[in-house]
Structures are given as structure tokens and as C-alpha cells.
């Protein structure tokens, strides 16, 4: 098993990374002194492959665990869904000093937490993460939130974890349309940070699309471990942590304009990177090879790195970004590289080049 700190003083917490982790989830639990009586919340898809699992855990812990159940899917991540957490939560009389156990991938991570963080003023939450890119990027650093019909997450806080326990077993049951989607987070944060990272993927990408453990695990601790360091230099993005939205601008605008359902995270991120790789060769000097280094990875990984919309599409999108959470005074602003493993943030663009990123 992997340890990742993250070192954020009375909010520090520790990531747990490795096989058959979910049956240590109790005993984790009980290392924190927390409440004996939790909630745990999850989806239609995860719910019958782990739930049990989870609570058996926490039985044997002496936690007395319900079980709350939400639709699987973007969509779920709702004002209504999490009304409907409040009222199962107060049925169940949890208190300030129960907890909460996030089992699912981001969508699960980013509902429960917020739900943890607002309800009873915030009682503590531990994330269980179940997919390839809650483990490498969503469950790590305590952004949780909601969507509304505008925008995705215009609606959150920035709530810590008391525990990240990835248990890299859960990906072997997880479809490869999602599993592929996660790889699109970890080739970011050899974008945005690592290139020695990016290089490792670019030779071990057919081993990690064949799941090898050993691969996976050294990845997957990689990736945590760089969001660590950058959560622990900026928690509640002022600066620094805005890189971690390289290619979300457009991703999560094409997210929108979709009814988030066409595309999922990871796909649609797939295209905003490499749109903004092709920004960068324009505004940023990333070189060509650059370029295509990043674009052949990203479809070596089995992801979309292109978007055909008519004009009707176009003008929904760019009123989408408009409302995206990095917007200031009115502007978009875009995450670039200047090289792999090199990125600046708070980048302006004019929308021509904008539109002209979307058609390679």
C-alpha cells in the first residue's frame, strides 16, 4: 500500500493507494476517531458491486452505517439529488459528529461531499473513490459541488476529506468507455506539471489500457501526489491550482451544451486539452511536436480529441464558458502550456482562435 500526505495542517488527511483496500475502510475510519454511526452515498452502478463490501467493513469496525442510493450519471449532481441526501440524512438522525463515506467515482465524491460540507453546518466525509479519475484527480482536494442547468459546479465549496482510500481493485470492474475517460486526467498532470510523467505514458499506454496493476498503481500515485503539492500551495485556487484546469474551459462547456450526457468528463476534457494545446502552438509557443505529442497520446488512450459543432452550437458553447467559475470581469480566462510539463494560468483568448482550436 502507497501513502500520499496531504499536508494542509489541521486539514491534512492521508491518501491510501493499493489492492483489496476496501475491506480496511472501517479500520481506517476508526484510526480517526470519528462518529460510530455514518451514511454512506452511492450510485445505481456502484451500490450493488461495493456497497456491502463497505458496510461489512464498517460493521466490523463498530460504525453503524445506512445506506443512501442516487441515480448514477452526471445528472445526478443536483440541487433536487442533494435535497433528497438532507432528507435521508435527518430520517436517519445523523449527527455533527457522524460522517459521511463518498463510494462512487467524481460524480458520487463531488454531491456527497458537498452534502457533507452543508449539511449540520459540515460533518466530516471520507472519499472511496471507484473509478480511474475520481482516484487520480476528483476525490483529492476537497473541491465539492453541484450543477446547475447554466454550468457545471457553479455551485460547491472547498471541503478536505477526512481520508482518500483508492482501492485500485474497484477498476477492474469499471467499463473501458469510463476507464479510458480517466486516462484523460492523467495525461493532464504530465501536461500541466510532469514530463517525465507524460513521457511514461506515452511508453506505457498499452499497459495501462490492459490495466497492469503495477503500472497503475506508480500512476495513480504519481498523479495524487502532484495534486497534493499543488493543493497544498494554493487550497482554494487563488493561483497556483488553476492549472488543474487545463482543457476543462472547453470541456466543461461542451459538458453543458450537451445535457451532460453525450460526453463524459474525461472525453470531453480530451478535446478541451487538446484544443488548448493547439491555443498554446498559437498564443503560448508550444512547439508543433508538442502538439502532436499530445494529441497522439490522447487518441493512443482510445479518447476524442475533436468536436464538430454547426453555429448554433458554437454560440451555446461560448456562452457556457462564459459562465465557467475561472470567468473575471467578463473574461475567459484559459490554462496554456508552453512546453509539456510547463503551464500558465489566467490566460486570455480571443474567441476566433477559440474556434479555430476545435476544428484540427
Do not use: W
Request: proline letters at 2%.
Amino acid at each position: 500500500m502507497r501513502t500520499i500526505k496531504v499536508a494542509l495542517g489541521d486539514r491534512g488527511y492521508n491518501i491510501l493507494i493499493g489492492r483489496n483496500l476496501l475491506r480496511l475502510l472501517g479500520a481506517e475510519c476508526a484510526r480517526l476517531n470519528l462518529g460510530r454511526r455514518c451514511a454512506i452515498i452511492t450510485d445505481r452502478n456502484v451500490g450493488p458491486r461495493f456497497a456491502k463490501a463497505a458496510q461489512r467493513s464498517l460493521a466490523k469496525a463498530g460504525f453503524e452505517s445506512c445506506l443512501i442510493t442516487v441515480p448514477a450519471g452526471e445528472t445526478a449532481k443536483s440541487l433536487k439529488t442533494v435535497q433528497a441526501c438532507y432528507d435521508q440524512l435527518a430520517r436517519h438522525r445523523l449527527e455533527r459528529k457522524s460522517f459521511m463515506v463518498a463510494l462512487g467515482g467524481g460524480v458520487v465524491g463531488d454531491l456527497a461531499g458537498f452534502v457533507a460540507a452543508t449539511y449540520l453546518r459540515g460533518i466530516a466525509f471520507v472519499q472511496v473513490p471507484t473509478t480511474l479519475l475520481a482516484q487520480v484527480d476528483s476525490s483529492v482536494g476537497g473541491k465539492v459541488g453541484v450543477n446547475l442547468k447554466a454550468g457545471k459546479n457553479l455551485v460547491g465549496a472547498f471541503y478536505q476529506p477526512r481520508l482518500v482510500l483508492c482501492d485500485l481493485d474497484a477498476l477492474r470492474t469499471l467499463p473501458t468507455r469510463e476507464y479510458r475517460a480517466g486516462l484523460a486526467e492523467v495525461i493532464k498532470y504530465g501536461i500541466i506539471y510532469d514530463a517525465a510523467l507524460f513521457k511514461r505514458l506515452e511508453q506505457d499506454m498499452p499497459k495501462l489500457l490492459k490495466r497492469n496493476p503495477d503500472i497503475l498503481a506508480a500512476v495513480v500515485a504519481r498523479c495524487c501526489q502532484i495534486k497534493a503539492e499543488v493543493v497544498e500551495q494554493d487550497e482554494t485556487e487563488n493561483g497556483l491550482r488553476a492549472i488543474l484546469n487545463f482543457g476543462h474551459t472547453i470541456g466543461h462547456a461542451l459538458e453543458a451544451i450537451s445535457g451532460y450526457g453525450k460526453y463524459l468528463h474525461g472525453e470531453a476534457i480530451s478535446i478541451g486539452q487538446v484544443a488548448a494545446a493547439h491555443i498554446s502552438a498559437r498564443q503560448q509557443g508550444l512547439s508543433i511536436d508538442h502538439v502532436e505529442r499530445i494529441t497522439k497520446l490522447f487518441r493512443q488512450a482510445g479518447l476524442p480529441t475533436r468536436v464538430r459543432l454547426d453555429a448554433k452550437q458554437r454560440t451555446r458553447m461560448f456562452a457556457a464558458m462564459k459562465l465557467d467559475k475561472k470567468v473575471s470581469s467578463g473574461e475567459v480566462k484559459f490554462v496554456l502550456a508552453s512546453k509539456i510539463g510547463r503551464v500558465e494560468f489566467g490566460r486570455q483568448v480571443p474567441k476566433a482562435l477559440i474556434e479555430e482550436s476545435l476544428i484540427f
